[in-house]
């Protein structure tokens, strides 16, 4: 043999080999290695499964009273791997059924047709193993009609399901929330994690959203084995469903069902157009919502089997007040003289403001070329802050805010250097929880704005350019000539120097105005709760404990601390002090409102505010607590487009308190204060009272409440004497202005010395964009600072 044969043969020996030993090693790795991968990727080929949702668990209040319950729906089903074996794939059956439950033939086979990529819906997105729901709520007549003929209808079946039901309609819809099919992101995402499946149905908003996990329970899986042709063999494993947790609220339908029809009629006298309002309830003790309410509101039970593009569209149309939006939590706005409790904080905390001391309560405060003033330039003399916020008196907190400013070095535009600015004012919304979230247990909250030097600075770098267009450009689409010239001014101006934080912006924000600051309903509620507390933050919270299936186990959500006012306790007791006199004084911004009311019995704390928006009538606002003198709840009322606080946010806040504590009408709280104990869920799976507490019911009491003050006829707000000056008052802008139940015009806001401009108003309390008093919106839509 030559030499060149044993080289041919050396090498084929040497591949044959290589060939023999990367087989071994590839079959190594098939059955060793990767054998049990490989084994249950064959497993789920011969084994379907076939999922029984579990029952969801109620949501009820703090009275055991339903909110969100199940009913049973019959439903008619299609299991399209019995009617694919027809030799027409079913097409005659679904004809026949479609004549049974009166749908169109075409809508039926669109509904059991599976999704894909080039399949959209009305389609099924479940198992092919899974009958497929066609029809629900159907008739007993409907359901025997397929039940009697199995031989006309294979496989077509009539069973009874567990459906969402609410059975207070639209009550508390945007914390109840609603639920919709699982996504495939949030199938890919989470669904070994969450236990999600193909036709899971989950919260998508509110409640049903926050508390999905224990709400939903564990489904119920059969597994099915299947041949080669896709026919079922047999059933390798049964795990029967899991029923989901019963959620308790701290939320008392009662308090709810008055706070959304005081709001209700008080936008009816208003009239016309899609005019919104919000009201909050919250225990001062513990940060429990009693209420939250927002208008307009939708009906959660239109999600139940699935909405349509035009019902969707409608509840999301800013025309119809965007229903789907929450303004409690969702919306904010300036707060107005509301805010003079945070401007009071912080002259006594660090201006040396004492409350003895007087200060003058002049009609007009001229700070450069800009005169700010008191409502139709009332005056009041020397008063002290007690005083000024009983009247509400604007001068005094615009002189504050002044001082403070320039303390911190006014515009900070010359040499420097400079330290670093206190800006107590700023820092002093922040420790009171304004300009973040507060953290109640519902998705989308708004976290408003609180606006300091460096946050104007960052602002203006981004929209500089914009405003430099627009003093070149102007504002064609502005049909007033008069006002889009002034707009371009405006922008000349900010284009050059709008990174300076003014004194007209200062001193604005000292009474809840300009666009430096923007506040949710929520979030005021939450800060005069924690000024009736004695100086506690709490998160709030709708959610009170959790209760499993058979009642076994309650699993309680604890009260969370969020921090601490920084103002000492016998500021905060004057604070306390000046927001009583609002209502019990002579002077006192909301005395004509509270006139009737047994301040003796139950004193009520609060604080009028009236917010103007260019554009549009003044925002109505009411915080408060009660009683004064040994606080339980925090009421904050707020609507848009009203007029002024006493008017208007006012007498909605009374309703609120006789609805709690029964003056006038039977009382929804007994004793005034909360439930102590949880609800007790009964053998049959209903809710009864908890010791001590009313027994579950669908319909609200209407038996008095023992023990608690009643006013007859107290649910009106008394007249005011004519041309009495004691009582009777509201505020437009924080400054006193004499009872007339006509909304005063806006002042114009000149511009400040070495600012160039004034400040904004903050966003809408329906949501919507800013509307500026003086600065026009930039070319993305926001406002300039």
């Known amino acids: 043999m030559s030499d060149r044969m044993r080289i041919r043969l050396l090498i084929l020996r040497v591949l044959v080999l290589s060939l023999l030993v990367t087989l071994g090693a590839r079959l190594w790795v098939l059955q060793i290695l990767d054998g049990?991968?490989?084994?249950?990727?064959?497993?789920?080929?011969?084994?379907?499964?076939?999922?029984?949702?579990?029952?969801?668990?109620?949501?009820?209040?703090?009275?055991?009273?339903?909110?969100?319950?199940?009913?049973?729906?019959?439903?008619?089903?299609?299991?399209?791997?019995?009617?694919d074996r027809q030799d027409d794939k079913g097409r005659a059956v679904l004809d026949r059924l479609a004549t049974v439950i009166g749908a169109p033939p075409a809508e039926l086979e669109q509904r059991v047709r599976f999704c894909s990529a080039t399949v959209k819906a009305p389609c099924w997105n479940g198992s092919p193993y899974q009958p497929v729901p066609v029809a629900k709520d159907v008739t007993p007549a409907q359901a025997l009609a397929v039940i009697e003929h199995p031989d006309r209808f294979p496989g077509v079946s009539a069973d009874l399901q567990a459906v969402r039901e609410y059975p207070n309609g639209?009550?508390?819809?945007?914390?109840?929330?609603?639920?919709?099919?699982?996504?495939?992101?949030?199938?890919?995402?989470?669904?070994?994690?969450?236990?999600?499946?193909?036709?899971?149905?989950?919260?998508?908003?509110?409640?049903?959203?926050?508390?999905?996990?224990?709400?939903?329970?564990?489904?119920?899986?059969?597994?099915?084995?299947?041949?080669?042709?896709?026919?079922?063999?047999?059933?390798?494993?049964?795990?029967?469903?899991?029923?989901?947790?019963?959620?308790?609220?701290?939320?008392?339908?009662?308090?709810?069902?008055?706070?959304?029809?005081?709001?209700?009629?008080?936008?009816?006298?208003?009239?016309?157009?899609?005019?919104?309002?919000?009201?909050?309830?919250?225990?001062?003790?513990?940060?429990?919502?009693?209420?939250?309410?927002?208008?307009?509101?939708?009906?959660?039970s239109v999600f139940v089997g699935g909405i349509s593009q035009a019902d969707y569209s409608a509840l999301s149309d800013p025309v119809n007040g965007t229903p789907l939006l929450s303004r409690a939590y969702q919306g904010s706005a300036a707060a107005a003289s509301t805010f003079k409790v945070v401007s009071t904080a912080v002259a006594m905390e660090h201006m040396g403001a004492k409350g003895d001391e007087k200060f003058d309560c002049a009609p007009t405060l001229q700070v450069g070329d800009q005169v700010f003033h008191n409502f139709d330039g009332s005056s009041a003399g020397p008063i002290t802050l007690h005083q000024a916020l009983v009247i509400s008196c604007d001068v005094i907190f615009d002189k504050f805010a002044y001082d403070a400013w320039v303390a911190d070095g006014g515009l900070r535009n010359g040499r420097g250097p400079y330290a670093e600015p206190a800006e107590h004012f700023v820092r002093m919304a922040e420790g009171m929880g304004f300009?973040?979230?507060?953290?109640?247990?519902?998705?989308?909250?708004?976290?408003?704005?609180?606006?300091?030097?460096?946050?104007?600075?960052?602002?203006?770098?981004?929209?500089?350019?914009?405003?430099?267009r627009r003093a070149q450009s102007g504002y064609p689409e502005e049909p007033d000539p008069v006002k889009a010239e002034r707009f371009r001014k405006y922008a000349a101006e900010a284009c050059v120097d709008g990174y300076l934080y003014n004194a007209g912006a200062a001193v604005q924000f000292s009474i809840g105005?300009?666009?430096?600051?923007?506040?949710?309903?929520?979030?005021?509620?939450?800060?005069?709760?924690?000024?009736?507390?004695?100086?506690?933050?709490?998160?709030?919270?709708?959610?009170?404990?959790?209760?499993?299936?058979?009642?076994?186990?309650?699993?309680?959500?604890?009260?969370?601390?969020?921090?601490?006012?920084?103002?000492?306790?016998?500021?905060?007791?004057?604070?306390?002090?000046?927001?009583?006199?609002?209502?019990?004084?002579?002077?006192?911004?909301?005395t004509g409102t509270f006139a009737d009311w047994p301040s003796d019995l139950v004193p009520v704390a609060g604080k009028t505010g009236t917010a103007?928006?260019?554009?549009?009538?003044?925002?109505?606002?009411?915080?408060?607590?009660?009683?004064?003198?040994?606080p339980q709840f925090a009421v904050v009322v707020s609507i848009p487009e009203s007029g002024t606080g006493a008017e208007y946010a006012a007498p909605v806040a009374k309703e609120i308190y006789q609805a709690i504590y029964g003056v006038g009408v039977p009382g929804a709280?007994?004793?005034?204060?909360?439930?102590?104990?949880?609800?007790?869920?009964?053998?049959?799976?209903t809710f009864g009272g908890g010791p001590g507490g009313p027994a579950t019911s669908d319909t609200p009491a209407t038996s008095p409440q023992a023990g608690a003050p009643g006013v007859s006829g107290a649910s009106a707000p008394a007249e005011p004497t004519p041309g009495a000056t004691t009582a009777g008052t509201t505020t437009v802008t924080g400054a006193v202005q004499p009872t007339a139940l006509t909304p005063a015009a806006p002042s114009t806001v000149a511009t400040v010395a070495g600012g160039g401009h004034g400040a904004a108003p903050s966003q809408d309390a329906d949501g919507s964009p800013p509307a500026a008093r003086e600065p026009p919106p930039d070319d993305r839509g926001r406002s300039p600072p």
Not at 184 to 205: F, M, P, R, W
């Open 36 to 83: 049990e991968r490989y084994r249950q990727v064959a497993e789920t080929n011969r084994v379907r499964e076939v999922v029984t949702p579990a029952t969801r668990g109620m949501i009820v209040d703090d009275e055991g009273q339903p909110l969100v319950r199940n009913r049973t729906s019959l439903v008619i089903s299609v299991n399209r791997s019995t009617i």
């Open 170 to 300: 639209a009550l508390a819809a945007h914390e109840l929330g609603y639920l919709a099919p699982v996504s495939q992101d949030q199938l890919d995402g989470q669904g070994d994690e969450k236990g999600y499946h193909l036709n899971s149905l989950i919260g998508v908003a509110g409640l049903e959203y926050t508390y999905d996990d224990a709400l939903r329970g564990a489904d119920g899986v059969e597994r099915l084995e299947v041949d080669r042709f896709g026919r079922v063999a047999g059933t390798e494993s049964t795990t029967p469903p899991v029923s989901g947790d019963h959620l308790v609220l701290n939320l008392d339908l009662d308090v709810q069902r008055a706070a959304e029809g005081a709001l209700a009629r008080t936008l009816d006298k208003l009239g016309g157009g899609a005019r919104t309002a919000s009201a909050v309830v919250l225990d001062v003790r513990t940060g429990g919502v009693v209420a939250l309410a927002s208008l307009p509101t939708y009906d959660p």
């Open 435 to 468: 300009g973040r979230r507060t953290g109640i247990d519902l998705p989308g909250e708004t976290s408003g704005a609180v606006v300091d030097r460096a946050d104007a600075r960052r602002i203006w770098e981004e929209l500089k350019d914009s405003y430099c």
């Open 513 to 590: 105005q300009g666009q430096y600051l923007s506040v949710s309903p929520l979030q005021l509620a939450s800060a005069y709760a924690a000024i009736a507390n004695g100086g506690t933050l709490y998160k709030p919270t709708l959610a009170r404990a959790t209760i499993s299936p058979d009642g076994t186990k309650q699993t309680p959500i604890q009260p969370t601390v969020t921090g601490r006012l920084p103002i000492s306790p016998e500021n905060l007791a004057y604070i306390r002090g000046g927001l009583t006199g609002v209502t019990t004084e002579a002077g006192g911004t909301a």
């Open 612 to 630: 103007e928006v260019e554009g549009k009538d003044d925002t109505s606002w009411f915080a408060s607590f009660a009683p004064a003198n040994d």
């Open 669 to 685: 709280l007994p004793g005034g204060k909360p439930p102590a104990s949880l609800p007790e869920l009964g053998r049959d799976g």
